[in-house]
Nanobody, 121 residues
């Protein structure tokens, strides 16, 4: 069992910044990777950024150069720093923790409750 608690969403003007936080608890040592997804109304949920237990990171092309994913192992927390925000970044952002087997098959995904990010003037 893994529990994820998200925070940091809100309303920001274009060009502004927000930092999202995702605190994990429970069987955290079973986690292979954690990531941030977002879903806008009428659209599919999409991967924004991911970080593995080894520290490897990846960021979607749409946010590359603007968003950064990071972690604080002491606090069991993953962050998404969002800079130069655009109206098209408006979405509900979800934290995900991924468990895999030894060959990389996904065993289970744990999801946070989601936090709203609205970019508007």
């Amino acid at each position: 069992q893994v529990q994820l608690v998200e925070s940091g969403g809100g309303l920001v003007q274009p060009g502004g910044s927000l930092r999202l936080s995702c605190a994990a608890s429970g069987s955290i040592f079973s986690i292979y990777a954690m990531g941030w997804y977002r879903q806008a109304p009428g659209k599919q949920r999409e991967l924004v950024a991911q970080i593995t237990t080894a520290g490897s990171t990846s960021v979607a092309d749409s946010v590359k150069g603007r968003f950064t994913i990071s972690r604080d192992n002491a606090k069991n927390t993953v962050y998404l720093q969002m800079n130069s925000l655009k109206p098209e970044d408006t979405a509900v952002y979800y934290c995900k923790a991924e468990l895999t087997d030894i060959v990389g098959n996904v065993l289970h995904n744990y999801w946070g409750q989601g936090t709203q990010v609205t970019v508007s003037s």
